[in-house]
């Protein structure tokens, strides 16, 4: 058994989803189960409609629920039409009903001006619900068995809505017994991705972009042997390719440095998604849709030692920073406890942590909460606030073992100003804090710096 997920340029049109079917099609020797984002963009366009409902625009929240409802409906009959009518009408009776459900909750929402995160994410759940109607019909039109599930009924969350964590022993159970019956009869399950539900049957989503997440969870569900990501690039690559042109592809990495660069920044892979597969030693890899020959990047427990010191440059943007100055740290214990206990109070988490003797400096990604934040911090000490930097990572484990580092790594960008450093405790990272204006300049000049010479064994 394998899981084969695809993103949502992987099913962003009809020319997109029958690549995907093609794929899947050539694995069936493999029991796959297929896991679908949200066509491209529709999860965004969902978050928007129940924006505007939640400010009682209705008017302006329809017409985005009509470009919706043409867009699942051109691909249904750009995917169906040949092979059997009936199939199509079938579809597009199935996307209608999910569409008029749709419009009910942005009108409710709308009518009463309040958006509840239970309601957001039953708003956003809608894009992998009918992504996955779509994929299941074209891989029954293509002649494979494909069979439409449900993932509300077993990836089974607590109610965090927004960003609900799964119970793995109950999601366990219950995908073993919805999946694995399918899969021994020989026909392919087509769930969707990001999305669950909690023991009472409301529904739920696991943050943005987790249905990578989705896939690992039902993956080490059921046992499989590899879990397959399907993206827009070729695999992990040493930098962003949208900010490095000749970024390269790694060909294998660990699941240590997969989750730290996910973690900081690079998008390819929800940083949670490893965590699943590092549990049960699943080998994770990453395959591009529209150059399926390419062998992408292989996630394995311990890959071979690489010439280069790092394995990959990995930036976030839209960082705050939050420090706090207090005399009352010196020599002082449970300081710093009282200061995440804020972070706790307000859901708030953190990336990046320096102290020094009078001073705390934290980083936030989600600075939503910052205003109560800065309110209860301002009780233990000087708060200031800064915005608009970037985290900045390299990733790599034999960072571990090669002295210097640092120094070269601040000598390529000398020129930068940096506001916070930190080496993390697994030592296979080394992150700081600069300008976000700055960002995508200095990942530049560090790729260039470490990847000018790549060992070719590892990197591609
Ligand atoms: P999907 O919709 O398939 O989940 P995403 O857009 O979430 O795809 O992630 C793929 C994107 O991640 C790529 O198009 C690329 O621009 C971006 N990305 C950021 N950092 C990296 C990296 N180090 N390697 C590969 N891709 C990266
Ligand atoms: N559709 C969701 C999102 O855009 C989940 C995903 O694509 O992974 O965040
Ligand atoms: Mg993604």
Same mark, same amino acid.
């Given at each position: 058994? &394998?899981?084969?997920?695809?993103g949502?340029?992987?099913?962003? !049109? %009809? ?11 050539g694995?069936? #020797?493999?029991s796959?189960?297929?896991v679908?984002s /949200?066509?491209a963009?529709?999860?965004?366009a969902l978050?928007l409609?129940?924006?505007?409902a939640?400010?009682?625009r $209705? ?10 409802r043409?867009r699942?409906l051109?691909?249904? @009959?750009?995917?169906l039409?040949?092979?059997a009518?009936h199939s199509?009408?079938q579809v597009?009776q199935?996307?209608q009903e999910n569409?008029t459900?749709?419009?009910g $909750? ?14 957001q ?8 619900r +009918?992504?996955? %109607?779509?994929?299941?019909?074209a891989?029954?039109a293509r002649?494979?068995?494909?069979e ?13 809505f ?9 999601t366990e ?5 919805s999946?694995?019956?399918i899969?021994?009869?020989g026909?392919v399950p087509?769930?969707q991705?990001?999305?669950?539900s909690?023991?009472?049957?409301a529904t739920?989503t696991?943050?943005?972009g987790?249905?990578d997440?989705? /896939?690992? &969870? ?7 042997e590899?879990i397959? &990501?399907?993206t #827009?690039v ?5 930098a962003?390719?949208r900010?490095?042109? #000749?970024a ?10 997969a989750?730290e660069?996910?973690?900081?920044g690079a ?19 990453? $395959? ?9 990047? +292989? ?10 010191? =790092?394995?990959?440059?990995? $930036?976030?943007r839209?960082v705050t920073?939050v420090?706090?100055a207090?005399?009352r740290?010196?020599l %002082?214990?449970?300081?710093l406890r009282?200061?995440?206990e804020v972070?706790?109070?307000h859901q708030t988490?953190?990336?990046?942590v320096?102290?020094?003797e ?8 989600n600075a !939503?909460q910052?205003?109560a =934040?800065?309110r ?11 915005? #608009? ?10 960072l ?5 580092v640092?120094? @070269?790594?601040?000598? %390529?960008i000398?020129s ?13 990272n ?5 300008e976000?204006s700055?960002?995508?300049?200095v990942v530049?000049s560090?790729h260039?710096?470490?990847f000018?010479e790549a060992?070719?064994?590892?990197f591609?």
């Open positions: 058994m &394998i899981v084969m997920k695809f949502g340029t992987s099913v962003q !049109d %009809a020319a997109a989803i029958n690549q995907a079917v093609e794929i899947v099609a694995k069936l #020797d493999r796959p189960v297929v679908v /949200a066509m963009g529709v999860t965004d978050l409609i129940a924006r505007l939640r400010e009682h $209705f008017d302006d929240a329809s017409p985005i629920i009509d470009q919706l043409e699942h051109t691909t249904a @009959r750009e995917l039409n040949k092979p009518e199509f009408y597009a199935g996307l569409l459900e749709l419009e $909750f942005a009108r409710s929402v709308a009518t009463l001006g309040e958006l509840t995160p239970r309601t994410d039953t708003i956003a759940s809608f894009g992998e +009918l992504s996955s %109607a779509l994929v299941a019909s891989l029954q002649g494979v068995s494909a439409l599930v449900d993932s509300r009924e077993f990836i089974i969350t607590n109610d965090r927004t960003s609900a964590a799964p119970n793995f022993p109950e159970a219950r995908a073993r017994y999946l694995l019956p899969i021994e009869s026909r087509v769930a991705g990001f999305i669950g909690t023991t009472e049957g739920t696991i943050g943005r987790g249905s997440y989705s /896939a690992a &969870i039902i993956g080490a569900a059921i046992g499989a590899a397959e &990501i399907w #827009d070729d695999g992990l690559m040493t962003d390719p900010v490095v042109r #000749d390269r592809r790694i060909r294998v990495i660990s699941f240590a440095e989750s660069l996910s973690y900081f998008k390819v892979l929800h940083p949670s998604t490893v965590l699943p597969a590092v549990e049960r030693a699943i080998p994770v890899h990453i $395959f591009n849709t529209r150059n399926p020959e390419c062998e992408g990047t +292989l996630i394995v427990a311990t890959p071979k030692r690489s010439l280069n010191v =790092i394995k990959s440059i990995a $930036f976030k839209g920073i420090n706090v207090s005399t740290m010196l %002082a214990y449970g300081f009282t200061i995440f972070f706790d109070r988490s953190v990336d990046v320096t102290t020094s009078v001073s705390v400096s934290l980083t936030l990604d !939503d910052l205003e =934040i800065k209860d911090l301002s009780g233990i000490g000087a708060v200031s606030i800064e915005r #608009d930097k970037a985290i900045v990572c390299v990733v790599g484990d034999n571990k073992f090669t002295p210097g640092a120094a @070269r790594l601040f000598k %390529a000398e930068t100003n940096v506001n916070m450093i930190s080496q993390g405790a697994s030592e296979i080394l992150t700081f804090v600069i976000e700055e960002a995508e300049r530049q560090l260039e710096e470490f000018s060992d070719s064994e590892v591609a």
